[in-house]
């Protein structure tokens, strides 16, 4: 049959009232240990334990987040992946090994290319540096 709009209404109320009420009972409670250290001992205290805890703590999260990004890669990404790949190379794989003699023999030209540019281009630079500095 459904729940009636005044219900909801009802529902919503006592839910924001509870959410409205509910911290300011926790915000009125105090502890005897808490608030800062009243002398140096204490404060030695309380920074020895911080810094026994935070390098510990890190260590366990920092664990757990590795083995949940590894499976997570291992378990998601790397599949989808491996499968966009492999349906790539079965698209494109005859083409390239037909382009690849074509390819090395372009990239040789290039790397000759660059071989001859490089010392234009380096005293060129010099020039420039020595044209600032004076």
């Known amino acids: ?8 209404k009802t529902k919503l109320l006592v839910i ?4 409205i009420l509910l911290p300011n009972f926790c915000l009125g409670q105090t502890s005897g240990t808490a608030g800062p250290p009243q ?21 366990k999260v920092g664990g757990e987040v590795i083995y ?6 291992n378990s ?5 992946l491996h499968k966009i790949w492999q349906k790539i ?6 083409e390239i090994e037909q382009r690849k003699p074509v390819i090395k023999e372009e990239f040789k ?12 281009v380096g005293r060129s630079l010099w020039e420039k540096i020595k044209g600032l500095l004076k």
Not at 39 to 59: D, N, S, Y
């Open 39 to 59: 002398t140096i001992e204490e404060l030695k205290l309380t920074g020895l334990k911080a810094v026994k805890f935070f390098p510990e703590t890190i260590k």
């Open 68 to 73: 949940w990004l590894k499976n997570i890669w």
């Open 76 to 80: 998601y990404i790397y599949p989808f």
């Open 16 to 19: 924001l009232t509870v959410a």
């Open 89 to 94: 190379d079965s698209i494109f794989g005859k």
């Open 109 to 120: 030209k290039e790397t000759e290319e660059i071989k001859k540019d490089i010392p234009l």
């Open 1 to 8: 049959m459904g729940i009636k709009p005044m219900a909801n």
